[in-house]
């Protein structure tokens, strides 16, 4: 039983990240996105902005995740954004069942902020 129900549009609620909130570079950072998906599994829609003031890729797996996809991944991936400074761009990532998602970047200065723009609820 594998539905999808939409969910609705959200584009007000920032998860971001700044100096001492900055995950480690390349090191995975649970975020809890519950507020948005609620505490279900989700496929999220992710604006990503990136204020770090250097080029950088941003990837996003399910909390509890462990394959390393980041940063070894060759080609373009829904999961994995590389952006310049200022630059903003799209990805997709899935939730755990508590509405949770891990993040990881190239850097660990400044700041990268990203919006769960749409959600689908994956049953």
Do not use: C
């Not at 649970?30 to 890729?57: E, K, P, Y």
Request: charged share 10%; aromatic share 12%.
């Amino acid at each position: 039983n594998n539905e999808v129900t939409v969910a609705k549009y959200n584009n007000t609620t920032n998860f971001s990240f700044t100096g001492g909130t900055m995950p480690a570079a390349n090191t995975w950072t649970v975020s809890d996105i519950s507020s948005v998906t609620g505490t279900n599994r989700a496929m999220v829609f992710l604006r990503v902005v990136n204020a770090t003031g250097s080029i950088a890729t941003f990837g996003f797996r399910e909390n509890g995740d462990t394959i390393e996809a980041f940063p070894a991944s060759i080609g373009p991936a829904s999961n994995v954004i590389t952006l310049q400074n200022g630059e903003s761009g799209y990805a997709w990532a899935p939730t755990d069942t508590t509405g949770k998602l891990q993040v990881v970047t190239s850097v660990s200065a400044g700041t990268f902020a990203f919006k769960a723009l749409v959600h689908y609820r994956v049953y």
